[in-house]
């Protein structure tokens, strides 16, 4: 699979997995934006490098009317309910 653009969420924490593979993602031209807080921790460490990763990227403040414009388009893929017995 390919995207052009991946959404970071707003997180405390970030795997340094997944900061290789955004890191990568974002070398080999892909779009990266991080809506809401940048995370301050790598693997539960202080780091700086999502900062200057978020700094090179596209950031947007989550707030009740960017959860209104989402709301239409992120629903999620499994919305069955089911009973517990």
Do not use: N, W
């Not at 955004?22 to 999502?50: M, T």
């Amino acid at each position: 699979m390919a995207y052009d653009a991946v959404i970071v969420p707003s997180m405390k924490t970030m795997r340094g997995s997944t900061l290789v593979r955004l890191e990568r993602f974002s070398r080999a031209g892909g779009h990266i934006i991080f809506a809401g807080a940048v995370p301050e921790l790598v693997d539960g460490e202080p780091s700086e490098r999502v900062k200057h990763l978020a700094s090179e990227c596209g950031k947007v403040e989550l707030t009740g009317v960017t959860y209104q414009l989402l709301d239409g388009i992120a629903k999620p893929k499994c919305a069955r309910k089911t009973a517990i017995r």
